[in-house]
């Protein structure tokens, strides 16, 4: 008796009628059972998920290999056929859930003919797991939506997704006659082995809502997508123009950016719209990126002192978002901003945009000085530097170098004090920011070495410091 009669015989005596709510279709092909099992290199040290057991077919060829079957099956009528067929087999444990809602067993492997009108959250849920490998039949055409490439008509928000966590290939074309009752869709044979992710974002969350937005306008230039998206966001039609530009691949169609450059996009848009900030002084606005100094007090207490002369050239050094800049561009001829950050360089770009100075605010990215000219001279030079003590095992990110000073909280504040004073005009001066952490009488006495005057011209106590505006002016 082949598995068809089988099939036919068993629902015939139990009563079963094949549920088309349940994507019921019982795999009657012998020989695909055998490849499954073989595909997926089962042995006696495997723990296996079948899901959607039906009949028990799979989960008789797997039982003769593994160590243990966990064979999940939502309908009790089928469950109980399960229960007698396998109640001698030890390793095998009948599952009556539903797959989408139980939590699943630890395994370490998957062969299974699921339901086809699960495909997309049983995919999800699975990668949820921690697995060896998974042989799954899927209906082919979402097969193809799993494995397409970038422009290909199947790419689409499902294939980006589920690329960050499996490597994913067709094995073999199924064809309808391999179940009962035949399918109304052709089927495909599927392997699915987990990895970590190609490429990482910032955040999984914003990375998803921006690629399910651009996915509905697939066809679109990405610039234009992004403008439908922002708008779903509440943002201006002003502001929306400024914070697309100069994101990386605006003339590109959805369709054809790679995952890869979907999660470059989500980050800058990130950084941009979705977890930046907003600064307000006077009657400035400031954008700050997620991963760019945010200003505080010390930004502040320079900002309330800072006075520039009418045509003077200004070096805003370690710029950040760019706040310092933009204020002192109100009576400078020209401000030089620079700052180590990538992300800082492009926040303060656009803020001189957003606050109309990008005509005299020129942002460079560079560590101090190394981007200024020998001849370059400035009237005035001003930096907020990173003094906080931080010890070298602390993470190193952006925003942690932005404040980080070297264990003694001094080595970004030295390297600025040995150069600073050589670009100074014969009258200029250095506002400089300092703090009970940072030893305001060294950075002093070093300045004065140097030839220059030096006093405090504001200070404001905080929590756990008090703050120092330090004037150095040439003698």
């Known amino acids: 008796m082949n598995l068809l009669e089988k099939t036919t015989h068993l629902i015939k005596k139990h009563g079963i009628y094949p549920k088309k709510s349940l994507g019921q279709n019982f795999c009657v092909d012998a020989t695909l059972l055998k490849r499954m099992v073989d595909y997926s290199n089962i042995d006696s040290n495997d723990e296996v998920l079948e899901v959607g057991a039906g009949l028990g077919f799979l989960t008789d060829v797997l039982s003769k290999v593994a160590k243990k079957v966990y064979a999940i099956e939502i309908d009790p009528k089928l469950t109980k056929v399960l229960e007698k067929r396998f109640e001698e087999k030890r390793n095998v444990i009948i599952i009556n859930e539903d797959v989408l809602t139980t939590e699943l067993p630890k395994i370490n492997k998957v062969v299974a003919n699921p339901p086809y009108s699960i495909s997309s959250p049983l995919i999800f849920k699975l990668l949820e797991l921690k697995f060896q490998n998974a042989i799954i039949t899927l209906q082919e055409d979402f097969a193809k939506r799993l494995t397409a490439e970038k422009g290909n008509s199947n790419y689409g928000r499902l294939t980006v997704m589920v690329y960050r966590k499996a490597d994913i290939n067709i094995i073999e074309r199924v064809p309808k006659s391999a179940f009962f009752p035949s399918p109304k869709v052709e089927s495909a044979l599927i392997h ?141 001829k020209k401000v030089i901003a620079t700052d180590v950050n990538p992300h800082a360089v492009k926040c303060s770009k656009l803020n001189a945009k957003i606050n109309e100075r990008d005509n005299r605010v020129e942002v460079r990215r560079g560590r101090l000085f190394e981007v200024i000219k020998p001849k370059e001279k400035f009237d005035l030079i001003i930096f907020n530097p990173p003094y906080l003590p931080v010890k070298k095992s602390q993470k190193r990110s952006w925003i942690n170098k932005a404040w980080s000073g070297s264990a003694n909280g001094r080595s970004v504040i030295d390297a600025f004090l040995m150069e600073a004073p050589n670009y100074l005009e014969g009258n200029g001066r250095i506002l400089l920011l300092q703090s009970t952490l940072s030893d305001k009488g060294e950075t002093r006495k070093r300045l004065e070495k140097a030839g220059l005057k030096t006093r405090v011209i504001a200070e404001k106590k905080v929590s756990f410091e008090t703050l120092f505006l330090l004037e150095a002016k040439k003698e």
Request: glycine share 4%.
């Open 192 to 332: 699915i082995v987990p990895r970590k992710s190609p490429f990482n974002v910032l955040d999984e969350e914003a990375f998803s809502d921006l690629v399910k937005s651009l996915f509905n306008q697939r066809r679109k230039k990405i610039k234009n997508a992004l403008m439908t998206y922002l708008r779903d966001k509440g943002i201006g039609d002003n502001e929306k123009k400024l914070l697309v530009k100069e994101l990386p691949n605006l003339e590109k169609r959805v369709h054809m950016l790679a995952p890869e450059e979907l999660g470059l996009l989500s980050d800058e848009v990130h950084r941009r719209i979705i977890k930046d900030s907003k600064t307000f002084y006077k009657d400035y606005v400031f954008l700050v990126f997620s991963d760019v100094y945010k200003p505080s007090e010390d930004t502040f207490l320079i900002a309330d002192n800072l006075k520039v002369k009418d045509g003077e050239k200004v070096l805003d050094v370690g710029t950040g978002c760019g706040i310092l800049a933009i204020i002192a561009s109100e009576r400078a």
